[in-house]
């Protein structure tokens, strides 16, 4: 067997949660978007999320959610509170949803 290297995270200059608030910014971005920007998987981009939108507040500052929304039937997803999208519509039961968008202001 042969023997496993050890883990060596990438050298960054700055933190991923700095690299995505600096992104989040300037413009609005999904979380596919989020994670081609900063090189992580998209499942990890929620977990960042989750901890942002918390220290952002104290900075004054706001992450504003466009809400997902069926491109079937146009339902949007305005009352959810998790950031992932949602696997299909409660109302046509489509599966084809746009991602929510993510800025901060």
């Known amino acids: ?26 413009e609005m971005l999904s979380s596919r978007d989020i ?35 069926c491109r079937k039937c146009g339902f949007s997803f305005a009352k959810r509170e998790r950031f992932k999208k949602p696997g299909k519509c409660p109302v046509c039961r489509n599966e084809s949803i746009r991602e929510p968008l993510f800025i901060i202001e």
């Open 1 to 26: 067997m042969k023997p496993k290297r050890p883990f060596v995270p990438a050298d960054r200059p700055e933190t991923i949660r700095k690299l995505i608030v600096s992104a989040l910014k300037k």
């Open 35 to 69: 994670s081609g920007i900063v090189k992580i998987r998209e499942k990890d981009v929620y977990e960042h999320l989750t901890h942002i939108q918390k220290s952002i507040l104290k900075n004054g500052c706001k992450l504003t959610i466009t809400p997902a929304e």
